[in-house]
């Protein structure tokens, strides 16, 4: 499975941003999928998932304000990120899970893009 994540860059504070994860060598549709996220000096951490079925989860820092989604059809996952702060100044990397669900650590990872929110 390759993952390839796109859509980072040079935003303010305030603004959106789309990231995008195409998959190829799996459907989507039989894995769970999410984002992570490492900023510079810190440890990568969990930011969403989206189950086989459409359920979400998401970290405490970006709820309400991030929302992850799928298109199975496209082997495409997003994350819309709104309201953007300079703490989600990051590496994003899009990950799958060889389950149904979330559990665990992702089996395939993408190669990141870069987040930067300026202040």
């Known amino acids: 499975v390759q993952l390839q994540a796109s859509g980072g860059g040079l935003v303010q504070a305030g603004d959106s941003l789309r990231l995008s994860c195409a998959a190829s060598g799996r459907t989507f549709g039989n894995s769970a999928t999410g984002w992570f996220r490492q900023a510079p000096g810190k440890e990568r951490e969990f930011v969403a998932a989206i189950n086989y079925s459409g359920s979400t989860n998401y970290a405490d820092s970006v709820k309400d304000r991030f929302t992850i989604s799928r298109v199975n059809a496209k082997n495409t996952l997003y994350l819309q990120m709104n309201s953007l702060k300079p703490e989600d100044t990051a590496l994003y990397y899009c990950?799958?899970?060889?389950?149904?669900?979330?559990?665990?650590?992702?089996?395939?990872w993408g190669q990141g893009t870069l987040v930067t929110v300026s202040s």
């Open positions: 990950a799958a899970w060889a389950g149904l669900y979330y559990s665990g650590s992702p089996r395939w």
